[in-house]
C-alpha cells in the first residue's frame, strides 16, 4: 500500500507542475514559479518583500529566488531594492508585473480548477486539505533532522527516540 501511494504522490507532484507550466507558458508566457513568486508579491502590502522571506513563502532557496527575480527585473514586472540600515534586499512587484500576475489569474484558476478540485467533492476537498498539512508537517520535521537536505546524512541510530 505505501508503495502504491508513494507512486501516486510522485506522479501527482511532477505531473500537476508541469501541466500548471504548460498552460501558464501557453496562456500567459510565464512559469508556474514566476507565477507564484508574482502572485505571492502581489498579496503584501506594497506589493514587496524581503527576499529571504519570498523565497521561505515560495518553498525556494534564496538561489533560486534571485535567479527568478532577476528575470523578473529584466522584463520589468519586479525590481529588487536594498534595505536602508539592514542587510539584505526586497523584491518589489511594478505595476506591469501586477497587471500581469492579474491578467494571468482567471487562466490560471481555471487549470487549476480543472487539474484538481473539479474530481473533489467538498469533503475531498477537506480531506486534501488535512493530508497536505500533515505531509508538510513531516517533511519540515524530517528536514529539521537533516533528512533531504545536504550535508552529512543521518543514520537512523543517531536520531533521538521521541520515547525516551
Known sequence: ??????????????????ALDTQLQRESGITHFEYFVMTLLSEEPGHRLQLSELA?????????????????????????VTITGRRGAQAVLTDAGFRKVTEAAPGYLECVRGLVFDGLDEEQAAQLLALTEILLGQLDKGMSRGIGRSGRPISQFEVEDPDG
Do not use: D, I, Y
Not at 500500500?1 to 508541469?18: I, K
Not at 521561505?56 to 529588487?80: C, I, M, P
Open 1 to 18: 500500500m505505501e508503495q502504491q501511494a508513494w507512486r501516486a504522490l510522485v506522479a501527482l507532484t511532477t505531473r500537476l507542475p508541469a
Open 56 to 80: 521561505q513563502k515560495a518553498n525556494a532557496s534564496l538561489s533560486r529566488l534571485s535567479h527568478v527575480v532577476s528575470k523578473l527585473e529584466r522584463l520589468g514586472w519586479a525590481q529588487r
